[in-house]
Nanobody, 120 residues
């Protein structure tokens, strides 16, 4: 049974930072890729970033250079450090588990999401 639980959402002003975490349960966690998706108001859900089991990272153009995805395999926890936040980063953020091949990521489990709001 795989369970993903996000935390760390909240309020921030433009230019500030937020850090998201995701506690994951399930066997062989370290062999899977992990990702973060988001869905903003009135927008489609999109992939923000993912990290392979070997630690290779891939980012959406909209967040590259501002967001940093990492993982702690000893605690089954992926993180998303969001820096220099912009109003358009306002969204529900979802942790996912999946597989990846180069720049392609396919998720099979989702968390329930955590809301991050950027306001000025």
């Amino acid at each position: 049974q795989v369970h993903l639980q996000e935390s760390g959402g909240g309020l921030a002003r433009p230019g500030e930072s937020l850090r998201l975490s995701c506690v994951a349960s399930g066997e062989f966690f370290s062999v899977y890729s992990l990702g973060w998706h988001r869905q903003g108001p009135g927008k489609q859900r999109e992939l923000v970033a993912f990290i392979s089991s070997e630690g290779f990272t891939t980012y959406a153009c909209s967040v590259k250079g501002r967001f940093d995805i990492s993982r702690d395999n000893t605690k089954n926890t992926p993180h998303l450090q969001k820096n220099n936040l912009k109003c358009e980063d306002t969204a529900d953020y979802y942790c996912t588990r999946g597989t990846s091949n180069g720049t392609r990521y396919s998720q099979d489990y989702w968390g329930k999401g955590t809301k991050g709001t950027v306001f000025s």
